[in-house]
Structures are given as structure tokens and as C-alpha cells.
T-cell receptor
Framework: GQSLEQPSEVTAVEGAIVQINCTYQ??????LSWYQQHDGGAPTFLSY????GLEETGRFSSFLSRSDSYGYLLLQELQMKDSASYFC??????????FGTGTRLQVTL | DGGITQSPKYLFRKEGQNVTLSCEQN?????MYWYRQDPGQGLRLIYY???????QKGDIAEGYSVSREKKESFPLTVTSAQKNPTAFYLC??????????????FGDGTRLSIL
């Protein structure tokens, strides 16, 4: 089976940088994804790491270390609209995703 | 614009009733998925389908059923056997032909409540 751990809540100030960590235990692993979900909305895809290292997409970056079963999402130049829940998800066989329980990010002034 | 359409947005069920949630996609994706999300929780996989006329149980399939008669459609039936059906239900799709980076695209969800 799969299990993922991420912090339940993070608070940061507008303009700051925040890192959301994710550790996982899996029986099959193809990659780690990150999704953003605003309250009441649908999850939207942010990034994917299939190999070790850093992937950068604008203000967001994601990192993976397969040997450590660890990844993180880095959000830079935080904006109020970044207040949302962020989920890490492991891609297993048959393109199935197993999601973590989510990290609620609150951006304050 | 291509996307995934879920209907209805809100659904109410009486005890003992079956209800069917609709999910339609025009992204030409092979794979489709149903998830359940409870308040403050992550998404849990109910059923998934990688190709028409084929589907597999996810982690919490008991009390649910699906069909995949068309590539575009993957309806979910919440049966009376599901004892705690109140939740936010999300449908997703992906290209599905490979197991590496295939982001899933989500519909806007259906909120199901018991009367």
C-alpha cells in the first residue's frame, strides 16, 4: 500500500517563501505530484517529479529524492491567492494516484 | 474548451436510495477516476477505468458501482449499501497510456448529502 505524510497547516506572510514537505512509503512508485485545491473547488495539477531533483514552474518548484522517499513543494513570492490546500500524490501502477491528507496554507498580510 | 463536467453540483439522497453522479469528459482521455473527499481530508480512490468497458476497484469501492460504456462517460452510482455517503465526489481523467507524468484533470465535483 501507499502512505504519505505532510504537515496539516502552514502559515506564511505575503511575499515570503514557504516549503511544504511530503514523505511517502509505497509499494510501487513512478513519481510524485503536487495539486492545489481552493476551498470548495477542484484540485488542479501543479507539478510532477519522476526523477530526483528540482523542477521549476514559475513561482512554484518541486523537489524529489527517491532514495529518501521525500519531496517538497516550494512556493516563492507568496500571494494571497496562494491560500489553499496543497496535496502531494504518489503515482503508482495504472497511473493511480494516492493522495496525502493535504497541507492548508494560509497567507497573511 | 475541453474539460470534465460533473453533474449535479449538489445532490440530496434519502436513506435507502441509489443515486448516480454524472461525469463527462471531452479531452479524449483514456483513463477516468472517481474520488471521494471528506472534510479536511485527502482524496480517496473509489474506482478507476483505463479503457472503455473495463474498470477496477480503488481503495474504497464498497457501496459504489460504475460503468464505462463510452470513452467520454464514467458515471458513479452510490448505492444504499454505502452507509456514510455524505462527501464531496470528484471525477478525474488522464491520458492514461503511460504511468509517468500524466496529470489528472478534475471536474468541479458533486456534493452529496443525506436527507
Amino acid at each position: 500500500g501507499q502512505s504519505l505524510e505532510q504537515p496539516s497547516e502552514v502559515t506564511a506572510v505575503e511575499g515570503a517563501i514557504v516549503q511544504i514537505n511530503c514523505t511517502y512509503q509505497t509499494s510501487g512508485f513512478y513519481g510524485l505530484s503536487w495539486y492545489q485545491q481552493h476551498d470548495g473547488g477542484a484540485p488542479t495539477f501543479l507539478s510532477y517529479n519522476g526523477l530526483d531533483g528540482l523542477e521549476e514552474t514559475g513561482r512554484f518548484s518541486s523537489f524529489l529524492s527517491r532514495s529518501d522517499s521525500y519531496g517538497y513543494l516550494l512556493l516563492q513570492e507568496l500571494q494571497m491567492k496562494d491560500s489553499a490546500s496543497y496535496f502531494c500524490a504518489v503515482t503508482g501502477t495504472a497511473s493511480k494516484l494516492t493522495f496525502g491528507t493535504g497541507t492548508r496554507l494560509q497567507v497573511t498580510l | 474548451d475541453g474539460g470534465i463536467t460533473q453533474s449535479p453540483k449538489y445532490l440530496f439522497r434519502k436513506e435507502g436510495q441509489n443515486v448516480t453522479l454524472s461525469c463527462e469528459q471531452n479531452l479524449n482521455h483514456d483513463a477516468m477516476y472517481w474520488y471521494r473527499q471528506d472534510p479536511g481530508q485527502g482524496l480517496r480512490l473509489i474506482y478507476y477505468s483505463q479503457i472503455v468497458n473495463d474498470f477496477q476497484k480503488g481503495d474504497i469501492a464498497e457501496g459504489y458501482s460504475v460503468s464505462r460504456e463510452k470513452k467520454e462517460s464514467f458515471p458513479l452510482t452510490v448505492t444504499s449499501a454505502q452507509k456514510n455517503p455524505t462527501a464531496f465526489y470528484l471525477c478525474a481523467s488522464s491520458i492514461g497510456r503511460r504511468t509517468d507524468n500524466q496529470p489528472q484533470h478534475f471536474g468541479d465535483g458533486t456534493r452529496l448529502s443525506i436527507l
